[in-house]
Every structure is written in structure tokens, then in C-alpha cells.
């Protein structure tokens, strides 16, 4: 299946430089036809895996016809968490391909439609636990992350603060579900550090724009008590501790790159400015291999970011208690789908 998968690519690749758009759109609809063929009538995971796989694949090709299919395995309860795994992956690269200049992904009505129920698919996705977490084991666990990691850098993707209706009002904010993995708050289970560097960097990515009520501020003032939690981890891997194995030199040049982005594309008052500074002056120490000291950017951020800790209105998208102010009737946010249960064997 690997060699048909490679010459599938290879074809799909060779179709988008040639800018074959009636073929791909074509064999889109055909491919996410006969794929939900093999998912509902097969049992056998690797089936379902291997179809949901290509037509994964012709997402991150900007097919927008391939949506509909994607949305559907990702929020089906009882799918395989591989299955789920590879649907928000085509979601992923659906979401990212609108996000680029001239994109035709999502752009007609239909396509809107299919970009706001994938938008809350992957909120819901984000914010999914576990049914009874003790029961999972620790290879378990972090398969549900890889699984939730897969939603997070589809949201980041998406570079909008909120979802927006017909007229203009939030309908469910984005930002706030990555702030939420960012601080890990009602997590389960807590992520890990891959998980908050991609919440990191689709905060700091945000496009504002067309968005007053969306605070810029907040959100730069919540990177550096997680600039110091990751310089804290990556020193720990330093001394030999339990974070050794993690790219830490990739995650920080991801960071780098988002806040640079971030003073560039955002106007914020002086005192956040040097906050990010300080922060991009620690990630460019761990990008270069060297020793930091976190305990001295945390000291520098209590004499300064806590003095001037600036004030938001009550409009910040952030908060959740201040979230259905924006709006005329109180949010509603999408059930999150559940695992399915698993049947133990106690003999």
C-alpha cells in the first residue's frame, strides 16, 4: 500500500504544478465517494486508514471537495482514533491551503459552509477528553495527543481569532481553544510541549484585522509565562532530564518565527514589545544550543510585565466569561466528540 500511496502523491503532485483544477476537482469528489465506500462498509482499520489516507492526501492538495468526507470521519464518535488521526490531517491541510494569498479553497458558499463546520469539528477535537482516562495507557495517552496535536496545528492554520456568522458576530472563538492548550486549563490529558509550541504559534500568527474585539495585547502578554515554562523544560533536558529527546531547536525556531510575525503584523504597547524581546532573546539562546537561564527572564518579567500588566476591555475574546458580551445571544459551543469505549478482556 506504500508504493500505491507514493505514486498516488506523485500524481496528485504532478497534477497541482500542471494546475490540473478540473481533474483534481474530479477526482476529489470520486476519491471521497468510494473512500466513504471502504470506511462505512469495512471493519478492518487498515481499510479505513488506507482510504481516509488519500483522500487526505488530495486535501492537502487545496481540494475542497474532500471536505465533507474529512469532517465526517473526524467527528464520528465511534471511529477508529487512526482513522480520526488522518481525517483532521486533511482538514489541516485544507484549512492551511485557504489561508494563502489568491487561495480558491472555501471561497463559494458551499465551501464556507464546509469551512465553519470544520472549523468547529476541530474546536470540539481540541477540547475532546478521554471517557475514563485512568483507563488508558501511557502509549494510549500519547496516541490521543498525536490525534489532538493534528486538530491544534489545523486551528493555528486557520489564522482567525474567532469564527465569525452571516452577520459579522463571533460564533465560536478559536483563539480561546488555543490559549486553553497554551495554559493547559481543563486539559485532558495535559499536553505536551509539541502541542502548546503549535497553540504558541497560531496565537502569535493571528490575523486581527476586521476583528476589534480581538486583544493582540492579551494574547502577547500570555507568551511569556510559556517562553519561561519552556525554558525551564529545555534547560531540564539540558541536565539530562526528561524532555532530552524533544526537538527543542525546532520548536524554538517555530516560536522565532511566530513572534517575529507577531511585532511586525500586530501594533501593541511598548512594554509588550520588550516583553517579546526578552522572550525571543531566550528562544534564540536554546535555538543556538546554549545554556539560558529562566529563572532570570521570569525575574525580569515580574519587575516589568507585572507592573504594567495591561488592561483589557471587556470584549477580549480570551475570557470566557466575558466571551458572550460580543454577541447578542450566549455562545454555543459544539458537544466534543467522545472515545469510543473499550471493551476489556478480565480473564
Keep these: 500500500m506504500d508504493t500505491v500511496y507514493r505514486d498516488f502523491e506523485k500524481d496528485i503532485t504532478l497534477a497541482t504544478k500542471a494546475k490540473s483544477d478540473v481533474f483534481l476537482q474530479m477526482l476529489g469528489e470520486k476519491m471521497a465517494k468510494y473512500s466513504k465506500d471502504v470506511i462505512d462498509n469495512n471493519s478492518k482499520v487498515i481499510a479505513r486508514v488506507n482510504a481516509i489516507r488519500l483522500v487526505a492526501r488530495l486535501a492537502e492538495a487545496g481540494i475542497d471537495e474532500t471536505a465533507d468526507l474529512l469532517i465526517e470521519e473526524a467527528n464520528k ?37 464546509r469551512e465553519a463546520k470544520a472549523i468547529q469539528v ?74 502548546q509550541v503549535a497553540a504558541a504559534v497560531g496565537l502569535a500568527r ?69 516583553v517579546i524581546d526578552q522572550c525571543l532573546t531566550v528562544l534564540n539562546g536554546i535555538e543556538e544550543n546554549q545554556q539560558v537561564n529562566p529563572g532570570e527572564l521570569k525575574q525580569w518579567l515580574g519587575e516589568h510585565l507585572l507592573r504594567r500588566r495591561p488592561r483589557f476591555s471587556r470584549a477580549c475574546p480570551m475570557s470566557r466569561r466575558r466571551m458572550p458580551r460580543l454577541t447578542e445571544r450566549p455562545m454555543t459551543r459544539p458537544k466534543p466528540p467522545s472515545l469510543p469505549s473499550r471493551k476489556r478482556n478480565d480473564a
Design 122 to 195: 476541530l474546536v470540539a477535537m481540541v477540547e475532546r477528553k478521554p471517557p475514563i482516562p485512568e483507563a488508558l495507557t501511557p502509549e494510549e495517552m500519547n496516541g490521543f495527543r498525536k490525534v489532538r496535536l493534528q486538530a491544534i496545528e489545523a486551528l493555528a492554520a486557520y489564522r482567525k481569532p474567532a469564527l465569525l456568522d452571516e452577520k459579522g458576530a463571533i460564533k465560536l472563538p478559536v483563539a480561546l481553544s488555543l490559549l486553553e492548550v497554551l495554559k493547559k486549563e481543563g486539559m485532558t490529558p495535559e499536553p505536551r510541549v509539541e502541542e
Design 206 to 274: 493571528m490575523r486581527a484585522k476586521g476583528m476589534p474585539a480581538y486583544q493582540a495585547d492579551y494574547a502577547a502578554s500570555q507568551f511569556a509565562p510559556f517562553v519561561v515554562e519552556f525554558a525551564s523544560r529545555y534547560q531540564d533536558k539540558v541536565n539530562g532530564g526528561r524532555d532530552a529527546k524533544e526537538p527543542w531547536k525546532y520548536y524554538a525556531a517555530r516560536l522565532i518565527e511566530a513572534y517575529d510575525e507577531f511585532r511586525t503584523e500586530n501594533t501593541v504597547s511598548k512594554d509588550l514589545i520588550a
Design 77 to 113: 464518535n465511534d471511529q477508529f482514533e487512526a482513522v480520526k488521526y488522518y481525517a483532521l490531517k486533511g482538514l489541516r491541510g485544507l484549512i492551511a491551503a485557504a489561508s494563502q494569498p489568491k487561495s480558491t479553497v472555501f471561497t463559494s458558499s458551499k465551501g464556507k459552509e
